[in-house]
């Protein structure tokens, strides 16, 4: 397409534009005084209305006085003779043309009533004002004939001008006097409007009458309007068989108070006619005009601007096809000559650059090539590298295993001699033995250093989030660190706060975090003191601690915090400098090589401890001044939310059939076949074994070993021992799936398993059904208090359940859930008779619905709580509905559980009971 062509097209465009903008423009003008002239014919119309009824009522005032003076009707009052008066305004009555005529005496009898009709109020008022002396006239309403009349009152007064009586005339406010109003212009509709009704109106159109009198009630705030006392419009014309009518309201006052108003319907349509008719003259002109316009802007075009622009694309065109030697007149002066002018200069420089660009492409092509190679070098540099840090995780984390294995027979035969030497008075051995055992332990810890900081790098690291008790978790901190505090000579000082309650956290790791930030006060301090300070504060800490959470670990980790625990460890030792302090964070550093060679340590207790921080929602700050000390203060939130690890998940569904799958062995049954005080030691290290056989035997326990995972699955099914435990790494059938395998079982499943592994998974461990988790080397008092816990239970009758629903169908479901596990299950049916089984069942465990009648489950949480026998008592709330937040703060600092009703499986819920009634039986 041209360009005359596209110009013409974008002219025309505009022209039409502007062309409908004109119409437009005008017919708004056009309908915008068809308006105002409506209106101002209409209150003009309404204005002659309201002069015409008022010279109405002056002609009849003047009709009155006329009648009023007739002898006839002063004799006939005088006299008192009514023939005489009734002929008399019988003569009156045709003489002038009136509806209605009243003869009254002095006394205000009525002599003589032309028509008798009901009176209108205030009428007696009128004629008492005539028999004053005093002439009156106005408008009266008789609401029982629903009309409106024209009064006029006249004193009738003796030849000594004393009033004798007095004539009052009246004349009926109907169409035909409404007519009378317009001087019957069959353009002009009138009707008279009374108490939301068409008393009058002047027949104008019948067939329209209708449609007329039903718009006059829609506007019903003009009509309000008009009451108060003014001409009231409406504000656009009312189409009516497709003509304009101006509407105007007129008041109609009756002893000076608006009572009524006269509607009057205006046909503009002549008016409509002259403008509809001067609208479509002017388009015409208007579009004649454009046409114009158009011819000549084409015309212009194509001589002035489209042959001169079509010789520079021929031109063109040529040097497409490397003919740069080209020739185009350029003698105008104008933009078009410039062009022209500047087209020989182009030609040039184009053959030129040309040249140039064809070298700077060889150069570029090159370049890419070189680019290329180093991208690809780049990658495979990045992707050996991430390969490497791979390997490297992978082989601290295989190598701290390896290591540990052979760690926990020393740490364990390295115990047993110590009690051995001591019980056979060799005291010349115990410092050799107490060396021993105090270089494994430290081997130990940096092992586990090493493994957590390879599990944190690989993404491995889980929460094994618990509620726990804050004064609990301190004193064991303190009993802990304070042999360590007590070498240098230092002093160690505890403060917290009066309630500092439960916290829900990670309770292995946070207790980790404090013993390492305790344990490095204690190193670089001598003769001073060390401070933990723990507080509960309801304030947010500084807004960074959310988003370091949320950057190190993803959207899966955005904490709804309200409550914080502060935890400040204080020291008086060498304190750090600004630079030391901005890399104490980082694995394998601290603050110099100095440091490392005179304190010793592996530099990853700090990284370590600020990892676990983040993963829990919270942060560690420091503040140190050089040659003053320390204080390192950690931020946690009391309730820590942790999405769980998928790897529970997939050790349970690989552990349902791993047993099925495995041939079985050729395996030798234990000379022994009793089950008590019996624990079943499944582990594939013969060295575990035989240091648990030990140290359990001196107790008075019988052990059996078991070398595999399919064996000891065996001798579970026959010899139904009293314990087991269990290692995880193992050959062929690994701990998870031996685990899931008994746990399946439903002879074996309520047997204490206590994991003993050097594998720290307690989530996936809890949630396969182990009883209770320990990480070797396993320390024997622990071991032992253990057994002699679970021992006290053992032979306990089947765990109590209560299940507090409303619902019976709900109810039904959950005890069949239970039962599943040889559980005795209670059922309540509302808040009152929980309470009152609570009290007479003693259940081990409480599943209590929210919404109950007559005492609901926020009422029933409460009353538990604050009975000093049942304040432990575990209780899992299972909800329908939405918890708004502040019920979800208080449920959370109240039970132990809130679970979404239809948001859990079986497996789940079975998991939250058992662990909750395991927890309840560790703290009795």
């Not at 108070?257 to 008719?277: D, F, K, Y």
């Amino acid at each position: 397409m041209s360009i005359g062509i596209r110009v013409n097209m974008v002219v025309l465009v505009v022209l039409g534009l502007l062309l409908l903008a004109t119409l437009l423009l005008v017919n708004e003008g056009v309908m915008n005084l068809t308006n105002q002239t409506g209106r101002e014919q209409g209150l003009n119309d309404g204005s002659i209305i309201q002069v015409e009824l008022t010279k109405r009522l002056e002609l009849l005032q003047t009709a009155t006085r006329a009648l009023a003076l007739t002898p006839e009707m002063i004799e006939s009052v005088q006299s008192g003779d009514m023939y005489l008066a009734e002929n008399a305004v019988i003569t009156a009555s045709s003489t002038f043309d009136m509806d209605d005529i009243d003869l009254v005496g002095l006394d205000g009898e009525r002599l003589v009533d032309l028509v008798e009709v009901s009176q209108p109020e205030n009428e007696d008022e009128i004629l008492s004002i005539a028999l004053q002396g005093l002439p009156i006239s106005g408008l009266l309403i008789d609401d029982a004939e629903q009309q409106i009349r024209l009064v006029a009152a006249y004193p009738l007064r003796d030849p000594m001008g004393e009033p004798v009586g007095a004539v009052m005339t009246s004349d009926y406010l109907d169409g035909q006097l409404l007519r009378e109003l317009v001087f019957d212009n069959e353009n002009i509709y009138l009707a008279l409007i009374y108490n939301d009704a068409i008393i009058a109106h002047t027949g104008y159109r019948d067939r329209v009458i209708k449609d007329y009198q039903s718009m006059l009630f829609e506007q019903q705030n003009i009509i309000d309007e008009a009451l108060q006392g003014e001409l009231a419009t409406a504000p656009e014309l009312l189409q009516i068989e497709g003509q304009p009518h101006a509407l105007v309201y007129v008041p109609i006052a009756v002893r000076g108070e608006p009572r009524a108003v006269i509607g009057v319907l205006s046909n503009m349509g002549s008016s409509q006619v002259l403008l509809t008719q001067f609208t479509e003259r002017l388009t015409l002109v208007v579009s004649m005009l454009a046409i114009g316009a158009l011819v000549i802007m084409t015309l212009f075009l194509r001589f002035n601007i489209v042959r001169p622009l079509r010789s520079l694309q021929r031109a063109a065109d040529n040097m497409a096809h490397g003919n740069y030697d080209q020739r185009v007149m350029h003698t105008r002066s104008d933009e078009i000559g410039q062009v022209s002018q500047a087209f020989h200069m182009m030609a040039q420089a184009v053959q030129e650059r040309e040249e140039t660009l064809q070298h700077l492409a060889l150069s570029l092509e090159e370049r890419n090539r070189e680019l290329k190679i180093q991208s690809i070098e780049a990658s495979d540099a990045r992707m050996m590298a991430e390969q490497a840090n791979l390997a490297k995780s992978q082989f601290l984390a295989n190598m701290s295993h390896e290591l540990r294995t052979p760690l926990n027979a020393i740490l364990g035969y390295s115990e047993m001699l110590i009690e051995e030497a001591d019980d056979m008075g060799i005291t010349e051995l115990r410092p050799d033995l107490d060396r021993i055992y105090a270089a494994g332990r430290h081997l130990l810890a940096l092992i586990n250093d090493i493994l957590d900081i390879s599990k944190i790098e690989a993404g491995k690291m889980d929460l094994y989030l618990e509620r726990f008790a804050l004064t609990g978790l301190i004193h064991d901190v303190t009993s802990t660190i304070e042999p360590l505090v007590a070498q240098k000579h230092n002093r160690l000082v505890v403060q917290h706060t009066d309630h500092l309650g439960e916290m829900h956290a990670d309770q292995t790791k946070v207790q980790q975090v404090l013993l390492n930030l305790l344990s490095n006060a204690a190193k670089f301090t001598e003769a001073g003191h060390v401070t933990l300070h723990v507080s509960r504060r309801p304030e947010r800490p500084d807004m960074s601690l959310q988003l370091v959470a949320q950057a190190e670990h993803g959207d899966s980790h955005k904490f709804a915090v309200t409550d914080w625990m502060v935890f400040e460890v204080s020291d008086t030792g060498i304190g750090m400098t600004t630079e030391q302090q901005e890399k104490i964070f980082q694995a394998f550093s601290q603050a110099d090589a100095s440091t490392t060679r005179r304190y010793g340590g592996t530099g990853l207790g700090l990284a370590i401890s600020r990892h676990f921080c983040q993963m829990m929602g919270g942060d560690i700050v420091v503040r140190s001044d050089f040659g003053q000390g320390s204080t390192f203060t950690v931020y946690l939130p009391v309730d820590v939310t942790h999405a769980q690890s998928d790897s529970t998940k997939t050790a349970r569904e690989d552990g349902k059939h791993a047993f099925h799958e495995q041939d079985m062995l050729d395996i030798k049954y234990p000379e022994s076949d009793t089950a008590e005080d019996l624990v079943l030691v499944i582990d594939d290290d013969p060295d575990a074994c035989d240091l648990m056989r030990r140290l359990l035997k001196a107790e008075g326990f019988q052990v059996i070993a078991a070398l595999s995972g399919q064996e000891g699955i065996h001798l579970a099914r026959k010899l139904r021992p009293s314990f087991i435990t269990l290692d995880v790494m193992m050959a062929g059938m690994d701990g998870w799936q031996v685990l899931a395998a008994l746990r399946e079982d439903p002879e074996l499943v309520d047997i204490p398993i206590i994991m003993v592994t050097i594998v720290d998974e307690k989530q996936v461990g809890f949630t396969l059904g182990a009883t209770d988790y320990l990480t070797k080397p396993i320390n024997r008092e622990q071991v032992l208090a253990l057994l002699q816990r679970y021992q006290r239970h053992s032979r306990r009758a089947p765990f109590r359940i209560l299940v507090a629903d409303d619902d019976p169908l709900v109810r039904e479901l959950l005890r069949r859930i239970l039962e599943t596990q040889d559980w005795h299950v209670i059922e309540a049916r509302d808040g009152q008779h929980t309470l009152e089984l609570v009290e007479t069942e003693s259940p081990d465990c409480l599943l209590l619905d929210i919404m109950m009648p007559k005492v609901d489950g926020f009422e029933v949480v409460r009353t538990l709580r604050a009975h000093a026998q049942w304040k432990d008592l575990p209780i899992i709330v299972l909800s329908a509905r939405i918890l708004d937040p502040e019920e979800e703060s208080y449920l959370r600092h109240s039970v132990e559980r809130i679970l979404q009703k239809g948001s859990y499986n079986h497996e789940e819920l079975l998991f939250e009971v058992r662990e909750l009634i395991n927890k309840r039986l560790h703290c009795q």
